[in-house]
């Protein structure tokens, strides 16, 4: 199993919401995630279309995915929105990863949206900052 799987099963095994959200890796390498999941009733607003926070925490979720694959630890420090589309219970959102800039301290990720009509629904642009903390150090 290589690296990037490993890092993302061990992030996967502590992260209930994003199994609460129903999130299936699809993709994932050093820099790049492709990730899934379904809208269900109970993730829409009073609009009946799926509240905005839930194709935030799926970009979220592929931010950290995409960020962390390399094995060192990195977390988030600046990340935004645009909803271009709505999206309502029973759509599947896809959520892919591009990796804009990397360097020793931070990395800059565009991640793009689509449902299961590959129709764009969201653009999200996430910062993180890198560590020097391996996920799976070696003994």
């Known amino acids: ?24 890796v699809l993709e994932i390498t050093a820099g790049f995630c492709k990730i899934q999941m379904k809208v269900r009733d109970e993730m829409t607003n ?11 925490s799926l970009a979220d979720s592929c931010l950290a995915f995409a960020s962390n694959a390399d094995g060192l630890q990195a977390v ?13 219970s029973g759509d599947i959102l896809i959520a ?13 990720y565009y991640i793009t949206i689509t449902n299961q009509n590959n ?4 653009h999200f642009k996430g910062t993180v900052y890198r560590t020097k903390k391996e996920w799976l150090p070696k003994k």
Do not use: C, P, R
């Not at 290589?2 to 999130?23: N, P, Q, R, T």
């Not at 988030?76 to 309502?88: D, G, L, N």
């Not at 892919?96 to 800059?108: C, E, H, R």
């Not at 129709?119 to 969201?122: D, Q, R, V």
């Open 1 to 24: 199993m290589d690296l990037a799987k490993k890092v993302i099963d061990k992030m996967i095994s502590g992260d209930a919401f994003s199994k609460w959200l129903g999130i299936e």
């Open 46 to 56: 009073g609009f009946n279309i799926a509240h905005g926070g839930i194709a935030y």
């Open 76 to 88: 988030s420090i600046e990340t935004s929105i645009s909803h271009t589309q709505k999206a309502i």
């Open 96 to 108: 892919t990863s591009k990796q804009i800039n990397k360097s020793s301290k931070t990395s800059l």
């Open 119 to 122: 129709i764009e629904i969201a």
